[in-house]
């Protein structure tokens, strides 16, 4: 069964600080990964993308790593903001059917302090 | 461009109600995909049309749901009749499949209570 699974489910930090967040995958065939970003009441956001082919992928503060090979990808934010308080969601592509289907992790919550 | 535009934001109906929720895709793009947000399943695809036609919809609960795209800029999403088990936040999203990175933009969801 495809699946997606991420930790930790929540993460509180204080500004300033760096946090790691972790997506392990099942989802085959494989196409790509994708993280992305869901402030309250809003909806998801595409922060990275990438190919089984591709290592890891920045996007100002926020680098996403990938490992096909143990099907994990890791998402590290750099220097956190107030703004950056919001769910954060890791998302495999399975292209078996054609398109990109989009299988989605449960998310990780972050909360970052003053 | 606007993004995509979703409508009604929140819909409060009582059980037994029809609800129909309708998107607006962004100009150009030839995928709508609708999506179904709860706490216990998250984010959960729904159905996916490419050019008005409805391409997979494996994802559709049951036979109260059904939805359409009668041309490019519009779909809608229906429920008839509704339960209380359809609560949760409705997104729709669209794309412009070129290659297999394409980006799925997301509206802001309506937010659906069946009482």
């Known amino acids: 069964k495809n699946q997606v699974e991420q930790s930790p489910q929540s993460l509180i930090i204080l500004e300033g600080k760096n946090c790691t967040l972790q997506c392990n995958y099942t989802v085959s065939p494989f196409s790509n990964l994708r993280w992305y970003k869901q402030d309250t009441g809003r909806g998801p956001v595409s922060l990275t993308i990438?190919?089984?082919?591709?290592n890891t992928k920045s996007n100002g503060r926020y680098t996403a790593t990938l490992d096909a090979d143990t099907k994990q990808s890791s998402l590290h934010i750099t220097a956190s903001q107030l703004s950056d308080s919001a769910s954060y969601i890791c998302v495999v592509s399975d292209r078996s059917g054609g398109y990109n289907k989009l299988i989605f992790g449960a998310g990780t919550r972050l909360a970052v302090h003053p | 461009d606007a993004g995509v535009i979703q409508s009604p934001r929140h819909e409060v109906t009582e059980m037994g109600q029809e609800v129909t929720l309708r998107c607006k895709p962004i100009s150009g793009h030839n995928s709508l995909f609708w999506y179904r947000q709860t706490m216990m399943r998250g984010l959960e695809l729904l159905i996916y049309?490419?050019?008005?036609?409805?391409?997979?919809d494996s994802g559709m609960p049951e036979d109260r749901f059904s939805a359409k795209m009668p041309n490019a800029s519009f779909s809608t999403l229906k429920i008839q009749p509704s339960e209380p088990r359809d609560s949760a936040v409705y997104f729709c999203?669209?794309?412009?499949?070129?290659?297999?990175?394409?980006?799925?933009?997301f509206g802001p969801g309506t937010r659906l209570l069946v009482l």
């Open positions: 999203a669209s794309s412009l499949i070129m290659e297999t990175k394409e980006t799925q933009y």
């Open positions: 049309f490419n050019n008005n036609v409805p391409i997979d």
């Open positions: 990438m190919t089984f082919s591709e």
